[in-house]
């Protein structure tokens, strides 16, 4: 018997047991589930959690983050029906979900009596999880792309810190500028992730690309996709002014900016607490990203509480996210961007250097690619380290991105 069914039957008679345990307080047991890789987040929701259990008389949750895998063991699970009653759901997997129409609980039957409102939220969180009238998710925080620089690498080679002004022109002259590949601490200017397609894909957009032309086709090797992406690996090619994280002996982007290996990075909110936890003397700055020939761009990274279908206590479930998304837990959040606006406004009066990233979320797009988007982003994905590494041309890279998008969307 192949391992996964194994996995499949052993969730399934695990959960079985649990339904038929005896429950001498008579509670609505919950169970909700997420991913475990911020420890700040899983601390946070550790204590959301507890707050909320000492709330309440009839209903009882069981946090379970989940490390590691995440969307397999959920997958797993769904296909068991013995999913969490309430569940993280990233935007890049709302419209993979949405298309297996036996997955996602509309909301908007609890929102239409309950004192949560979706106008309290940013619009564009509340429309990320939306479709066709329905309210899918209550997103729980958000982020968008900002660029940090190391303002003693400025300092050292003479150059003004950059400011929302900034356009694609002048970043990529500061980060030749910034480059010091010899001596006792070489360093360079940008550090760029291998193999994905998410920092690429803004400056797309910069230059006035779109991923999909009206009828649907990926539209990624227009002039415009084209003359972006020659852009983005010039800046490793041909200036010698980017890295990969891995070069320098670092894990990640924000790592190798964190080690002063790169006086620039594109990065969320995120890296923040990192840089605190990990970094603290590191003198650093935040602005938004650069401007490009056809205006701004960015992406919106958001992740939604949701309730599967299968869920048997649907009415105990919202509760749980009424509770998670209101104000006061929301004035909890350190490590992104609450989703509330007024509570985000507030944190950023609070902490005026993550004004950036708020900013940006009136003009960002969901970073979310269509009913196939996982597979969708993966293939970008690659297309890019084919560039970056000069397997291919951009014009061939992107061509055959395309066409093989466009296979993916047909299945």
């Not at 996995?7 to 909700?32: H, Q, S, T, W």
């Not at 946070?44 to 379970?64: K, T």
């Not at 997997?93 to 036996?102: G, V």
Request: aromatic share 12%.
């Amino acid at each position: 018997m192949c391992g996964w069914l194994l996995v499949v039957i052993g969730l399934a008679l695990d959960a079985a047991c649990r339904e038929g345990a005896p429950r001498a307080d008579g509670k609505v047991r919950l169970r909700l589930s997420g991913y475990a890789g911020n420890p700040a987040e899983t601390d946070l929701m550790r204590e959301l959690v507890a707050d909320f259990n000492a709330s309440q008389r009839e209903i009882v949750v069981r946090y379970e983050p989940v490390p590691g895998q995440y969307y397999p063991k959920l997958l797993t699970m769904l296909a068991s029906r013995t999913a969490p009653d309430v569940f993280y759901l990233d935007i890049l997997y709302f419209q993979p979900f949405l298309a297996k129409r036996s997955i996602l609980r509309p909301l908007d039957d609890f929102l239409a009596s309950a004192s949560t409102r979706t106008g309290d939220f940013v619009p564009a969180l509340i429309a990320a999880f939306s479709d066709k009238g329905k309210v899918y998710g209550i997103p729980k925080d958000f982020n968008t792309l900002g660029l940090y620089y190391n303002r003693k690498s400025f300092d050292r080679a003479g150059l003004a810190y950059p400011t929302d002004r900034w356009d694609l022109a002048r970043f990529r002259e500061a980060a030749e500028r910034l480059t010091r590949p010899q001596g006792p601490a070489p360093r360079s200017g940008f550090a760029m992730p291998p193999d994905n397609a998410d920092r690429f894909l803004p400056i797309a957009a910069m230059f006035g690309a779109t991923l999909y032309a009206p009828d649907g086709a990926c539209a990624i090797a227009s002039p415009q996709g084209v003359q972006a992406l020659t852009y983005y690996a010039a800046l490793r090619r041909t200036d010698r002014s980017a890295i990969f994280p891995s070069e320098v002996g670092a894990s990640w982007t924000g790592d190798a900016f964190g080690r002063a290996q790169a006086a620039m990075v594109f990065e969320g909110s995120w890296l923040t607490p990192y840089l605190e936890e990990s970094f603290p003397r590191l003198d650093y700055g935040l602005t938004q990203l650069p401007r490009g020939p056809a205006g701004r761009s960015n992406f919106l990274f958001t992740v939604a509480y949701v309730i599967p279908q299968s869920a048997k206590h649907p009415e105990a479930a919202w509760k749980l996210i009424a509770y998670l998304t209101n104000e006061a837990s929301q004035e909890r959040i350190t490590f992104a961007l609450p989703s509330r606006k007024a509570v985000s406004e507030r944190f950023v009066a609070k902490h005026p250097e993550y004004r950036a990233i708020l900013s940006a979320a009136a003009y960002a797009r969901p970073y979310a690619f269509g009913p196939r988007g996982n597979r969708v982003n993966d293939r970008l994905g690659l297309a890019v380290q084919e560039v970056l590494l000069g397997v291919k041309p951009p014009k061939q890279a992107l061509d055959d991105a395309a066409a093989a998008i466009d296979r993916i969307n047909r299945l």
